[in-house]
């Protein structure tokens, strides 16, 4: 049934309302990396003022149909002790004082604007995940693939860190199913209020009961 709605979604699209979207992902992306470039340029000064190393932290994660691509980040963590594989905890050791303020105001996310202009991420979808997750799905995981995957989502305004991976998955192919406009508005405007009051940032992800 799942699969059924999924094909019936996507089939309503017409290539000329994807191609209007395409275009203004560039142009809203385009604009506000313009105007957000002083923004940028403070966040750097102050990375780089703080620790060694890149001011951008990237990373392969699976896009739409399961393609590769590298996200962008602001460099979070102190050079040496960036790991990826370890949940991350209030007060984490391995996070700067910066990083941590980046963290919780969500604004160590804004290069993924970056992405979005490039074609591999949305605003809205899936958030993208790595690689060694995405290229192991199975048949029912690899739907929340046939989108790109954005830069916020459904799943993440539904509990982020306080829902378990399976509960993720199925909110993200519940948005795929469900996907319009105002949906789309309703999330931008949750994700907004999240991120003023820095909501789930470092609590531990739950575990899937088996």
Same mark, same amino acid.
């Given at each position: 049934m799942v699969t059924e709605n999924l094909r019936?979604?996507?089939?309503?699209?017409?290539?000329w309302s994807v191609y209007l979207g395409r275009l203004a992902e560039i142009f809203f992306s385009s604009l506000l990396l313009f105007l957000l470039t002083p923004f940028?340029?403070?966040i750097a000064i102050a990375?780089?003022?703080?620790?060694?190393g890149s001011v951008f932290f990237t990373q392969k994660r699976g896009g739409k149909d399961g393609k590769h691509f590298l996200i962008y980040k602001f460099r979070t963590m102190y050079k040496a002790n960036v790991d990826v594989h370890k949940v991350l905890v209030d007060n984490d050791p391995r996070v700067t004082k910066v990083g941590n303020f980046l963290r919780k105001t969500s604004?160590?996310?804004?290069?993924?604007?970056?992405?979005?202009?490039? $074609?591999?991420?949305?605003?809205? $979808?899936?958030r993208p995940t790595v690689t060694g997750q995405t290229d192991n799905y199975n048949e029912y995981q690899m739907q929340r693939l046939q989108l790109k995957p954005g830069v916020t $989502?459904?799943?993440?305004?539904? $509990?982020r860190n306080l829902?378990?991976?399976?509960?993720k998955i199925d909110l993200d192919i519940e948005y795929i199913q469900k996907k319009c406009f105002k949906l789309d508005i309703y999330i931008l405007m949750k994700t907004f209020v999240k991120v003023l009051k820095s909501d789930e940032v470092y609590i531990a992800p739950k575990t899937d009961k088996k």
């Open positions: 019936f979604t996507h089939k309503r699209r017409s290539l940028f340029v403070i990375i780089k003022a703080e620790s060694k604004l160590d996310e804004l290069p993924q604007l970056i992405n979005i202009l490039k $074609g591999d991420m949305s605003f809205i $979808g899936p $989502g459904w799943a993440q305004i539904s $509990g829902l378990t991976w399976d509960e």
